[in-house]
């Protein structure tokens, strides 16, 4: 079955660094969504990636889905402490109603 | 607007008892609906889904089943949990395929 990974798996930064996390597939994504989840929290949606090589911003955070639609990657620029959570990326099998999580990478940031 | 709701948010269980989750969306109709399980501090392992009434597709053999005896209610079940089955539970729904999922709340389960 499709797995999706992700790294890395933790990630501490100091408030300010930039933060970046991949997400790899061993199969050709004809999707990919990243989620949020905030400590105690449920997982909450970012953004959907669906063209070859696309990319996309919101305020500090990039998104971009890779040429061969294989990987894709989160970037945060200048990481603030309420970016701290869990960040996953999921992507659907072959266009199917699942919706399949990578592993997630979690991020601290401190003071 | 569309809302979904889960409960309960908590609970502790023994070993060997049963177990309801219960989930239902509202301000929508038709929705594919899901459960997922979170172990502690683990990525998200996709238990069910479901496109229709009646309908439920299993992920991974296990000791729960699901039943979605109405379009928006969609419900988790074991007829004995195992300590194994701790986690936080989430119930998501999503419109059409490949669409955004809609969590809820989740429920945070302890088997002792």
């Known amino acids: 079955g499709q797995q999706v990974m992700q790294i890395p798996q933790y990630q501490h930064v100091q408030e300010g660094e930039d933060f970046t996390t991949y997400c790899n597939s061993s199969t050709t994504l004809s999707n990919i969504q990243w989620y949020k989840q905030r400590p105690g929290g449920h997982p909450v949606f970012l953004i959907q990636?669906?063209?070859?090589?696309e990319v996309k911003k919101q305020k500090r955070l990039t998104f971009q889905f890779g040429e061969a639609k294989k990987n894709s990657s989160l970037h945060i620029t200048a990481t603030q402490t309420t970016d701290v959570g869990t960040y996953f990326c999921?992507?659907?099998?072959?266009?199917?109603?699942?919706?399949?999580f990578g592993t997630g990478t979690q991020l601290k940031v401190e003071l | 607007s569309q809302t979904i709701h889960q409960w309960p948010a908590t609970l502790v269980q023994p070993v060997g008892s049963p177990l309801s989750l219960e989930c239902t969306v509202e301000g929508t109709s038709n929705p594919n609906l899901y459960w997922y399980r979170q172990a502690a501090g683990r990525g998200l392992q996709l238990l069910f889904y479901?496109?229709?009434?009646?309908?439920i597709s299993s992920e991974v053999p296990q000791n729960l089943s699901a039943s979605r005896p109405q379009d928006r209610q969609f419900i988790l079940s074991s007829k004995k949990l195992l300590l194994s089955d701790s986690g936080f539970y989430l119930c998501a729904w999503s419109l059409g395929v490949g669409g955004e999922l809609f969590f809820g709340e989740g429920s945070r389960l302890t088997v002792l």
């Open positions: 479901s496109v229709g009434i009646g309908q």
């Open positions: 990636l669906v063209k070859s090589g």
């Open positions: 999921a992507s659907s099998t072959g266009g199917g109603n699942k919706l399949t």
